[in-house]
């Protein structure tokens, strides 16, 4: 080229190819960048990052302890039991993600659950313990108490039911009247002493049964005692309900013997029997200061009547009152005998009356 030739901006040097240099291939080692090339920064907004929503308290149970999601199954076909507590491990055994999870593992582990459980089982056995003990105490003490208000004559029975049960009737005897026969020896009253001859003296016991065929009903019966006054058992009616005047009553008809000395016994046939057995009106005899004379065998086995009681014997005059016979050395009876026997009118009335208040 000459040498005044001067290239002019349109024969400018061609631009080459982005992988090539002056024609020629570029080698890799050359297409590298330097090492001292740094990336520009990417700048964020200056604004701090929203804060992170907590957890929803809604979400499936698998889901909160992270065990993993059920197995999925078709709408044509029902899916398979799955239980959580199904869940195996990689060695076979069960619950190994409930065993590693953060949450537990982050409270003490399974040492800390056992020790709770163990402390939970431990409360429930002492429970049991202590409710087993107490009821048996008070069993005990139940017990004692129906038997102490059983042995205390002031206190009355149950009202389930009252007044069923085997009863001593304590009385003494109140008075004699001997108007229905023209001997007064004939007619007599044990212990044939009255309350104000002899208040120690005058006592007498009564032992009767009461039964009952249903709630509202009952019977009474008599056992053996020394008047030998036996009755077959008898219906009890209840009388002036609700009032402090309220008492069982019946009557009925029994046998009565007399001796008006060793070799004579007399007999009042029908003597009529009638007692009032009270429910609420209080007794005052026996008083509990005073030893009481000793009783026969099977009073001992009866509770005592807790309220007032009224027992009464009578019978009228007229003819064969009363039949005396002489008594034979065998034991029996002989002849009768009439001498001095004059019958009195029946309005004339013989009785023995036995109370245990009013003394």
């Known amino acids: 080229m000459p040498p005044n030739f001067v290239a ?4 400018a040097k061609p631009s080459l190819p982005r992988h090539s240099t002056n024609g020629f291939k570029r080698s890799r080692a050359s297409s590298v960048q330097s090492p001292n090339v740094r990336l520009s ?13 907590p957890r929803a308290h809604h979400r499936p149970f698998h889901r909160r302890w992270n065990l993993g999601d059920p197995p999925r ?24 993600d409930v065993r590693n999870n953060k949450h537990i593992a982050r409270r003490g582990g399974w040492r800390r659950i056992c020790l709770i459980l163990l402390i939970i089982l431990t409360l429930v056995v002492g429970l049991a313990v202590g409710l087993s003990i107490g009821l048996r105490k008070k069993e005990s003490t139940t017990s004692d108490s129906s038997s102490e208000l059983a042995d205390s004559p002031s206190t009355a029975p149950s009202s389930t039911s009252f007044p069923a049960g085997s009863y001593t009737l304590t009385t003494y005897l109140s008075t004699v009247r001997t108007d229905c026969v023209s001997q007064p020896a004939d007619w007599s009253c044990f212990p044939y002493r ?4 002899s208040p120690s003296e005058a006592l007498a016991n009564f032992t009767w049964i009461i039964s009952s065929s249903s709630p509202s009903e009952f019977a009474i ?20 309900e609700g009032t402090e005047e309220e008492h069982y009553h019946f009557t009925t008809t029994f046998d009565k013997s007399t ?12 003597t009529l029997l009638e007692a ?7 007794r005052d005899y026996p008083s509990p200061s005073p030893a009481e004379p000793p009783s026969s065998g099977a009073a001992d086995k009866f509770q005592p009547w807790p309220y007032a009681i009224d027992i009464r014997q009578s019978i009228g005059g007229g003819q064969n009152i009363p039949q005396c016979f002489r008594k034979q050395a065998g034991g029996g009876l002989g002849d009768r005998i009439t001498d001095g026997l004059t019958p ?16």
Do not use: H
């Open 8 to 11: 002019s901006q349109d024969f």
């Open 221 to 240: 019966s008599s056992t053996s005692n020394p008047w030998s006054i036996e009755f077959p058992s008898t219906p009890l009616q209840k009388v002036n």
């Open 41 to 53: 920064i990417i700048e964020e907004d200056a604004a701090s990052a929203p804060p992170m929503p």
């Open 73 to 96: 199954s078709s709408f044509e076909s029902p899916p398979p039991k799955y239980s959580v507590w199904d869940t195996m491990g990689p060695k076979g055994e069960k619950l190994s």
């Open 194 to 197: 009255t309350y104000s001859q």
């Open 259 to 270: 001796s008006p000395n060793s070799n004579i016994e007399c007999q009042f046939n029908d």
């Open 276 to 282: 009032f057995l009270y429910t609420k009106k209080a």
């Open 344 to 359: 009195k009118a029946e309005r004339e009335e013989c009785s023995c009356e036995y109370k245990n208040f009013g003394s």
